[in-house]
Structure formats: C-alpha cells, structure tokens
C-alpha cells in the first residue's frame, strides 16, 4: 500500500499532495536534495527530462523507497512513497497514468506564469487509478521487477543508498541443500509471504497423526501394556460415543428465528469440518462492509446523490494520450515498410468519392454483421442494422479519402448511438420529487412506486438493493414490498438486504428504509397494494416491489403480471436482464414488455453482470432495438455502491473496437 503520492514542482512547491500514513518531510526534501540539487544518488538525473517512472531508478531512505516521474515541459515531479519490504508491481503505471491526468486537467493552469498555486479536485481521479490498479493487481499475479543498482555509480557512505543486508548464518544441522534453497529465497527485494488466517496447529491432532506398525517397546511392562490398551484410544473415540448415544435418543427439530439464525438454546454446532475439540469462535452479526460512496457517485450542491461516469472520462484520458503518443512515434519500418505503407494507402482509399452501390456493400456489410454478433448482439437485431446501415448508405458518395469500411463504421455508430440514446428523461429522483412534493396543490404527495420484473436468476433482488442503496443517499425513506412469494428464500433474502442497508444507513446517517412482507403463499399483486398503502400511511417516498423471477414463454406465470398495474399505480417497471444473455434478450424484452396489457408496458432496462462481459455488451443494443425501451442502470459489481449509469459513447466505443 501506498504511504504517500505527491506532485511538485522544480522549485519546490507542492501542487496536490495525499497521505495514507504519516510520512516526514524530510524524506521529500532529502529526495529532491540528492537526486536533483547535488546528483548525489542518481548522477545525472534531472527534472528537464520528460521520463516516465520506468526510466528511473528508486530512490531508497531509511525504510521507504520512492519512485517518480516527471514532465519537462512543465517543470512538475510525481512522487510516489511506499515501504521497502512491500513490492508494489504497478507503482510505475499509477505514476505514469497521473502524470497524464494532471497534465491533461490542470497542464493550463500550471503553464500560466508567476502560477504557484493549482485549483485542482484530483482526489477522486487519483483514488479511481489506485483502486483500478490494486484490483488489476489482485487478479493477475505479476513476476517481481528486477532493481538494477549500479554500485560503481552509488556512494556506499549515504543514507540514500541501502546495500544488501548480509544472508544469515546457516542453521545448526541443517542439510547442504536445503541451506542452497534458502539462501536463494531470502532476498531484500522478495515480498515477505503473508501468513494465512488458518494456519495449520503446530500440534497435530490425533486424526491427523500417521501411526506405523511399532515392534515390541523395550523396558515396558505386560501389565503397564494391557492398561494402556483397556483405555480409550483417544479423545475423539470417546467423542464418537457421545455421539452415538445423542443420535440413539432421537433427533431433535433445530427452530431458527427471524434473521434466519439458530435459537440461542440450540447448542448443536453447525460447522462439521472441525476435527479439533477446539472451541469455536462466535461471528459478530455486524459483517457489512462499509461502501465507498465517493467511488461510484457524487454529491451535487442540492445535496442529490448523483452516479458518476468517473471511469469513462479517466479511460478515455488515458486512450487519448496513448493515441497522441503512437501517432508522435517514428516509424521504424525503414524505407520498404515506408514504400509498402504508402502503396497500401493508395489502394485502400483509392474507392474514394465514388457513389456507393449494394454490389459495394455487400461483402463489407456482411462482416459488420459477424462482428456484431460477436459482440453479443441477437442475430435479428444485428441483421436488422445492417439492413438499416446498408440503405442508408446506397446511392451516397464517400468522401474524398474514406474507404467503404471507414463509410460502414462511421454510419454505424451514428446509428448505434440513436438507438441508447434515450428519448426521455432519466432523472429519476427529479420523478420522485415531482411525486412525492408535487408542485401543485391540488395534487396530494404519495409514494413513488418501482417494480423490478425479470426472468429467474437475473439478479433482480440485488438489483433492487442496488437501487435502493441509491435512493438511500438522497436521505430518502424506502419500503421494499416482498412480492416474490413464490421462491423459497426470496423473503429471507430481501431480509437480509433490507437489514445491511439498516446498518448501513445508521452508520453514514442517511435515509431509512424497511421491508413490508406477509410471507409465501399469497397473491402478489394484492400484497403489493397493502405495501403502497402502508407507505402512504407511514410517509415513505419509494416502493420498491420485488417480484417473482419467471419464464418470458410461460403464458400462465407472465399473466399475472396484469394484475400489478391494475391494483398499483405504477410509476416505474424496470427490467432486469443480464449480459450474459445472447439471443434470447429480444424475446425476452419483447415478452415482459407486453405483459402488463396494451396500456401499460416496462419503462427502463437494468442490466446485471456487466462487470464479466468486457467489450460484449451487445445485450444493451438488442433490447432496446426490440423495445425502445432505454437502459436507465448497469450493475457493475457484487456490492451495493456497484451500479452506474449508462454512457452512450462508451458503449458504442466498445461495440465497434
């Protein structure tokens, strides 16, 4: 983990600095000091050069070792501080990604002159790049980079420097090879192997203990023999017989209670993997990890909770600087690749300005369709753009050096976005405030109403708590209506979620929230009435109604979905579907969308799982086509601060890469 990222400049001031731990003072001004007043440490290192932090070799002091980077053309040093003994494989990419950031944001600010203050909010771009990289990190184990010290070059008698601490003596006994093996494992540079939290006891139990067939022990008596044998074996023989004995008495029913946990009274122990007669240790209730509500949100001056985008803009920073480097680049290909290249341009923008016709066409547009079907997008709604794309396209002149495939592209991300584009407005707590404090007085306030539908496992009720999570932190009162009364657990299920976002919401003081749920069994749609009824009576702002997880080509089971708005004033019927799903998306969108009768259909998609998809979020693209129905939420993740919006231009950014 970090200890401390800095930004300066060559004359010492301190733009945008964050600490994770306490870190001297000393340490910065001893680094700039020796590496670049004196060249002490680093000979003929120097702020004028434009160097990432892969070109630089790390500075060490006392216990911490630094990193850094800098920009020539603006005079600005980045700083990265950490503890020698934690190996930090992507402090090198964080570095280079904020040089990039800060430049790009705040590069005008720092260019102007006599500036030596910058008005930056670059904590929460800094943060996002942190917390991409840990993960990154955490998923694909990565080798340790080799440090290349020149010790001719390095002064032995500075504080800056740290030699190799000597290997330790051998150990007494120890066998010739296992000394090799260690000593090539402790290192200054190995990251120290943590100890798991379950370690194996350094006393082995009996069940674990390898007994040999023994000869005859001398010395020992025949009468001290047959007493050892008349005893019980072991602890656990005698545990076995108690066991017996309690199953010999009968079985008896374990009572669980409303959190879905065994009666205090119940001394049965459920954890069966223990081989130990060790003593268990009790699990604290409170497990709910706390949400970073800064990471997937915003706080406006009104005091609303907004989802931000924030990955977006920082991706798009980031591809924007890669382009501009790769563009700046020389060639390297030499005088044949130079002449190949340039033939290859000719040919290929030698159909410019010619008028299109669909023999042009077909062959292009035919591979469009196989790349959208490899994006996951349904082979009727893929099929059905091309045809759009290919009639739009014919009769039409290219530009002058545009080749077919750059005409195919370009139309298509024009149509492409005017299909995610929404028709409507999206602001869904501007909806619940026009509700719930209506601007007129003849209209009486009430609940905001939201049903999640959806076919089963989709995530609905994650979904839902999502959402929930959401409204949460716009100080809003919630009622989750427990309608699933089909599957068994749903009720539960929805318990615990209402009860984590309870804790949740004590602990950051923000809205409230319940469950209103009358068990299994009954009618849907009439326990949906009773739960907006008591939200009106109690002065809840939303209701959020859970439904049963159904098949979209079971006419009996999507029937019932009638009833809902025949009973409930419905103000929102959003549609959970996961982007998992391939062809089956547009019969499914176009099923839920009709089930609710001819004046009543859904209202917005949300799609679930997007986090394990990648670039194939073709699933968005295809039931909207199917519906017109916009995408209004993407989950992103497990927890309940992963949910986002939708931006249309990253979409189609990954739809066409």
Known sequence: MLDGFEILTTSGVVLWSKSYAPVSSSLINSFIKDVFIEEK?????????????AQNLSYKKEKYTLRWASVKDLGLIFVAVYQSLIHLS??????????????DLYGDQVKKPHSSMVECDF????????????????????????????????????????????QPPPVPGLLSGQGKATSATTSADTTPTSTPATSRPSTPSNGHLLSAKASRPGGVSRRARKAASSAPASASDAKSKDIKSSIAKGKRMRRWDADGLADDDDGVVLDYSATSDAVSRPVSSSGVEPVDMAASGTRTGKGQYILKDLDNEVHSILQNANRKKAQSAPSTGGVVGSGLGAITGLFRNVIGGKVLTKEDLEKPMKGMEEHLLQKNVAREAAVRLCEGVERELIGTKTGSFESIQTAIRTSMSSTLRKILTPTTSLDILHSITSITHPSSPHQPPRPYTISI?????????????????????NNLRILIAACDTFRSGAVEQLRVHARNLRELSDREGLGSIELYEKGYGKDAAHIAKDAVSYAKEQAFDVVL????????????????????????????????????????????????????????????????????????????????HATGVPVVFLGVGQHYGDLRTVNVGNVVGLLMS
């Not at 702020?47 to 990432?52: E, G, I, L, Q, R």
């Not at 025949?566 to 959970?576: F, G, N, R, S």
């Not at 176009?590 to 799609?607: E, Q, T, Y």
């Open 41 to 53: 440490v680093l000979p003929g290192a120097t702020a004028d050069d434009d160097t990432s932090a």
């Open 90 to 103: 992507w402090v090198d990419k964080l570095l280079d990604n904020i040089r990039v950031l800060f430049v």
């Open 123 to 166: 904590d929460d771009y800094f943060d996002q790049q942190v917390r991409e990289l840990e993960g990154s990190a955490e998923k694909v184990p990565l080798e340790a980079p080799q440090i290349v010290q020149d010790t001719a070059s390095f002064p032995s008698d500075l504080d800056g420097v740290q030699e190799a601490p000597p």
């Open 453 to 473: 539908v959806g076919v089963n496992g989709v995530g609905k009720s994650t979904s839902l708590s999502k959402l929930a999570f959401f409204l949460l932190q």
């Open 545 to 624: 109604i859970d439904t049963a997880g159904r098949r979209h080509n079971d006419a009996r089971l999507m029937s019932s979905l009638e009833k809902f708005p025949a009973l409930v004033q419905l103000d929102k019927i959003l549609m959970v579907g996961e982007a998992l799903v391939g062809t089956d998306s547009v019969a499914q969108a176009r099923a839920f969308n009709k089930a609710f009768g001819g004046k009543r259909g859904i209202d917005g998609f949300v799609i679930s799982k997007c986090d394990t998809v990648g670039e194939m979020v073709g699933v968005l693209v295809s039931m909207v």
